[in-house]
């Protein structure tokens, strides 16, 4: 599996819009990863593709 990091708008990467490399057909874009703080408080401007024992335990997309 390959990992890489891409650069683009931010409404297209999070709406799955952006062509990129970094996200598979299978893959989802989310805004929080496990151990992250709360994404509502800090609007982050970066999208995770996270492992499924990433994910946050909360449910946050």
């Known amino acids: 599996m ?3 990091l891409d650069v ?3 409404d297209q990467i999070a709406d799955g819009s952006y062509e990129t490399k970094a996200v598979g057909p299978n893959d989802a874009v ?3 990863v496990r151990s992250m703080a709360d994404p509502e408080l800090t609007n ?3 999208r995770f ?3 499924s024992k990433g ?3 909360s449910g946050h997309d």
Request: charged content about 15%; cysteine-free.
């Open 8 to 10: 683009g708008p931010i």
């Open 55 to 57: 994910l946050p335990e």
């Open 49 to 51: 593709v996270p492992h």
């Open 30 to 32: 989310v805004r929080q």
């Open 44 to 46: 982050p401007s970066i």
């Open 2 to 4: 390959m990992r890489v």
